[in-house]
């Protein structure tokens, strides 16, 4: 992910002084790549998804072992003193759960939310989670249990109409997996589509929303048995598979997400295209047409990328002008947003311009901030297609 002061950040599952793996930074503006905490094998090892940057400007991630009970912990990592800190460990037991595989999610009412592999109150299928930033205080929101699905192994998204959405990629109808919704205010989790194999088996990566609508994939299931491009409305009213991976020229297998850009959907398989090693392809949502971009050649692109994802990174973006307010840290929270936009300053900005631009670059909003370090700002109107 890509923090605040503009570097990037992220793990690796081994290497580092205990070969448990390391959290590190990467500053594109010098190419320099710093390596931040060895994790230890005993307070902390095996780190799963990615970090995100918390209203404080602190990172949060998750580990799958490690910490008082080995089964992993939440962590926080302070970029200005350089410090780690272990938050939480997971206990495996009704009210905790263990083993998280994803990602947290800062959602617009200032929790984090997460899910466990393992662990919860449903029998041990895996868990819901809400974590507060500001008081370390974890709970235990939802055990999964067989209808709703088993093991959970992507992250969460909070869609444009404030719930959560996910995957869990077996139990349901048959076994194959589901995809649910998950409302704060109520604490309800819905199913909302149970998989069947012919439309898709497995679903172990996180989803996307484009105008309402969420696109995933499936690693298995489909017309080949190989995975399935999906949509479905927030409603649940709606399912449609779009393609069914081959194998063969589309690829097979896809373990990552896609990411939306400019009408289309990108993304990566893990096996399958010329060289059998995956593709890189983009999907174009109005055509509802299918493109390989590249097939991975292990010469000289590698091959097989496993739940690997693309990110969108704006080299040229100039998105804080004022020299005080760029020493002071500014943080913009939830990334990505669809409904309010958080802006935190460490210090007061004073006669400063905020500027929203689509990825074209038009603007879409400016506002002039005056006085103040917290600004909630409500983009459901900024045009950003």
């Not at 704006?314 to 840290?329: C, E, I, K, L, Q």
Request: charged share 10%; with cysteine; glycine share 14%.
């Amino acid at each position: 992910m890509k923090a605040s002061n503009g570097k990037m950040y992220g793990m690796t599952s081994l290497g580092g002084i205990h070969n448990e793996g390391v959290l590190f930074s990467f500053n594109p503006a010098t190419d320099v790549l710093d390596t931040l905490h060895s994790l230890t094998g005993n307070s902390n090892t095996g780190p799963s998804g990615n970090v995100i940057q918390g209203p404080n400007g602190k990172l949060y991630g998750m580990t799958q072992r490690g910490g008082s009970h080995g089964l992993g912990v939440i962590y926080s990592y302070d970029t200005t003193a350089g410090t780690y800190a272990d938050l939480f460990s997971f206990d495996g037991t009704a009210t905790s759960g263990n083993s998280p595989y994803g990602s947290l999610l800062l959602a617009n009412d200032g929790n984090m939310y997460g899910m466990c592999y393992e662990g919860g109150n449903g029998g041990g299928y895996g868990a819901l989670f809400r974590f507060n930033p500001n008081t370390n205080v974890y709970t235990n929101m939802f055990g999964f249990d067989y209808f709703h699905g088993e093991y959970p192994y992507g992250s969460l998204i909070q869609a444009a109409n404030g719930k959560l959405y996910g995957t869990v990629q077996q139990g349901g109808s048959i076994g194959q997996g589901v995809i649910f919704s998950y409302n704060i205010p109520d604490s309800t989790l819905t199913t909302l589509h149970s998989f069947i194999t012919s439309d898709g088996s497995q679903p172990n990566a996180d989803l996307v929303e484009v105008s309402g609508i969420l696109y995933g994939m499936t690693t298995l299931g489909g017309a080949y048995g190989k995975g399935m491009l999906f949509s479905i409305d927030t409603a649940g009213t709606t399912f449609d598979t779009l393609m069914s991976f081959d194998g063969a020229a589309h690829g097979s297998s896809p373990h990552g997400s896609l990411l939306p850009f400019n009408g289309k959907l990108y993304g990566m398989t893990t096996e399958g295209g010329t060289y059998t090693g995956g593709v890189i392809f983009a999907w174009d949502i109005a055509l509802g047409q299918f493109d390989t971009l590249r097939n991975m050649n292990i010469t000289t692109d590698g091959n097989y990328p496993y739940y690997s994802s693309f990110i969108l990174v704006n080299d040229n973006a100039t998105a804080v002008n004022n020299p005080v307010a760029m020493a002071s840290g500014i943080t913009v929270y939830p990334n990505p947003a669809s409904t309010t936009l958080n802006i935190h300053s460490q210090l007061t900005i004073d006669n400063s311009q905020l500027i929203i631009t689509d990825v074209l670059g038009n603007e879409v909003y400016h506002e002039m901030l005056l006085s103040n370090v917290n600004y909630q700002l409500s983009i459901v109107n900024c045009q950003l297609e």
